[in-house]
């Protein structure tokens, strides 16, 4: 059995909504924004940046894209070790990201959200979903101190791209 679904979709406003994924650590929330955050760390299961980050950007290489261009990425706001905020993309449509991470006893909550409009929801969202379900399954791997290479993009997509592109349709109103 390959993996599932687990981003959830609301709607904010009238052209509004937001992807909502959670992801489980039994680890602290420390340990966490390292591998979230730290460049080398980032690396082993999304990518690699370089810059100072107390510039207010970085460049992001993606590990697990084939011929992937570095990307300028806005640090919007960072709260080490429970909150970052980032923006990438053109800026006629840029993607605002958020990480907030959450202790809860000894173990760490993810959360992680992507805002969009409705045009953009039902352009993207059947690609974008699945795109986050991989990178955050990478994410609990290299948390775990496993290989995040053994995930296979091939694994999420297409399987995952008509629940999500159910979920965009709730978007057309």
């Not at 709607?11 to 591998?35: C, N």
């Not at 070790?81 to 907030?100: D, F, N, T, Y």
């Not at 379900?133 to 091939?154: H, M, P, S, T």
């Not at 592109?165 to 057309?172: D, L, Q, S």
Request: proline content about 8%; aromatic content about 10%.
């Amino acid at each position: 059995m390959g993996p599932s679904v687990t981003g959830k979709f609301d709607q904010l406003d009238d052209d509004q909504f937001q992807l909502i994924l959670h992801r489980h650590f039994e680890v602290s929330p420390e340990t966490v924004w390292t591998v979230l955050t730290d460049s080398k760390e980032c690396g082993r299961w999304m990518g690699t940046w370089t810059g100072d980050p107390a510039s207010g950007e970085v460049q992001m290489t993606m590990v697990a894209e084939e011929g992937d261009e570095p990307q300028a990425v806005k640090i919007l706001k960072c709260d080490p070790p429970m909150l970052v905020r980032v923006q990438q993309g053109p800026a006629e449509q840029p993607w605002i990201l958020e990480a907030r991470l959450a202790e809860n006893g000894s173990t760490t909550e993810l959360t992680f959200t992507q805002p969009m409009d409705r045009e953009f929801a039902l352009a993207m969202l059947p690609d974008i979903g699945p795109g986050w379900e991989f990178y955050l399954d990478r994410l609990v791997a290299a948390v775990a101190g496993e290989d995040a290479n053994q995930i296979k993009w091939d694994d999420y997509y297409p399987s995952l791209k008509a629940p999500y592109e159910t979920m965009a349709r709730r978007a057309e109103g």
